[in-house]
């Protein structure tokens, strides 16, 4: 319920914003269209970490459980492009996504993989400041491998084993200007590991990162979370 309290006026407040801006009410004038901009943008970074800490709650209540179908992986890696594609062009990044042509149906939660790899893809455009975001989907025997490579500003080595934890950031003020709440891959290694997989990262500062993930192709049972 209170997910709800929470959702809705944020939507309510996104949707009369989006539809000012579409001049359903009216030409909007070039000095006000800025501004009613940011509202859009801020608002929807409001509404991504409302969704944050309504799934971390879920999450540290034990209540959080995946809702397993068929789902399709070249899916859920289009998803994940088309939302941030604009934030990649805005950028002027070189932003590409492929699949395995040989990859099965997927059995698992695609809506909480797909959120998943939004998350990684997210923070790459977030830290990647020229160069490319590359999004890959293989399968290796029984497992799916998804993987975003950057080349941004990478991750100090002291950092690589923390930033997996619930609020932890390498560098705050990066976040202040870009947003984000240090909760994305706790999120995501949460969801991960219940459906009984892994997530690592590889990087180098001043070179890049690599996030990686591996879930099983078809998922056995919902794994209990600690
Ligand atoms: P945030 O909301 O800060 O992005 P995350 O949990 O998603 O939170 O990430 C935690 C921290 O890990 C980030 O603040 C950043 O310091 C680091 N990080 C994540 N992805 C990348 C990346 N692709 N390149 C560099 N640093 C990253």
């Given at each position: 319920n209170?997910?709800h309290?929470?959702?809705?006026?944020?939507?309510?407040?996104?949707?009369?914003?989006e539809?000012?801006?579409?001049g359903?009410?009216?030409?909007v004038?070039?000095?006000?269209?800025?501004?009613?901009?940011?509202?859009r943008?801020?608002?929807?970074?409001?509404l991504?970490?409302?969704?944050?800490?309504?799934?971390l709650s879920?999450i540290?209540?034990?209540r959080?459980?995946?809702?397993?179908?068929v789902?399709?992986v070249?899916?859920?890696v289009?998803?994940?492009r088309?939302?941030?594609?604009?934030?990649?062009?805005?950028?002027?990044?070189e932003?590409?996504?492929?699949?395995?042509?040989?990859?099965p149906?997927?059995?698992?939660?695609g809506?909480?993989?797909?959120?998943?790899?939004t998350?990684l893809v997210g923070?790459?455009?977030?830290?990647?400041?020229?160069?490319?975001?590359a999004?890959?989907?293989?399968?290796?025997?029984?497992?799916?491998?998804?993987?975003?490579?950057d080349?941004?500003?990478?991750?100090?080595?002291?950092?690589?084993?923390?930033?997996?934890?619930?609020?932890r950031?390498?560098?705050?003020?990066?976040?202040?200007?870009f947003?984000?709440t240090?909760?994305g891959?706790?999120?995501?290694?949460?969801?991960?590991?219940?459906?009984?997989?892994?997530?690592?990262v590889?990087?180098?500062?001043g070179?890049?990162?690599?996030?990686?993930f591996?879930?099983?192709?078809?998922?056995a049972?919902?794994?209990?979370?600690?």
């Amino acid at each position: 319920n209170m997910s709800h309290e929470l959702r809705t006026p944020m939507n309510a407040i996104l949707g009369f914003t989006e539809m000012i801006l579409d001049g359903i009410y009216g030409e909007v004038p070039p000095d006000v269209g800025g501004p009613i901009q940011d509202v859009r943008t801020w608002g929807q970074q409001l509404l991504r970490l409302i969704n944050d800490v309504l799934d971390l709650s879920k999450i540290e209540a034990g209540r959080m459980e995946l809702s397993l179908t068929v789902y399709s992986v070249p899916e859920v890696v289009e998803t994940a492009r088309t939302s941030l594609r604009s934030l990649a062009a805005e950028k002027g990044l070189e932003f590409t996504a492929d699949v395995d042509p040989d990859m099965p149906l997927a059995y698992g939660d695609g809506k909480r993989i797909t959120q998943c790899l939004t998350n990684l893809v997210g923070n790459a455009l977030k830290f990647t400041k020229q160069g490319r975001v590359a999004i890959h989907a293989r399968r290796e025997g029984d497992e799916v491998i998804y993987s975003v490579a950057d080349t941004g500003i990478g991750i100090p080595a002291n950092h690589l084993d923390q930033i997996f934890g619930e609020f932890r950031q390498v560098d705050a003020s990066i976040s202040r200007e870009f947003g984000g709440t240090g909760l994305g891959l706790s999120i995501t290694k949460t969801f991960v590991e219940l459906h009984g997989g892994r997530i690592w990262v590889e990087s180098e500062p001043g070179r890049g990162s690599t996030f990686s993930f591996a879930v099983p192709l078809r998922v056995a049972g919902a794994t209990e979370v600690v």
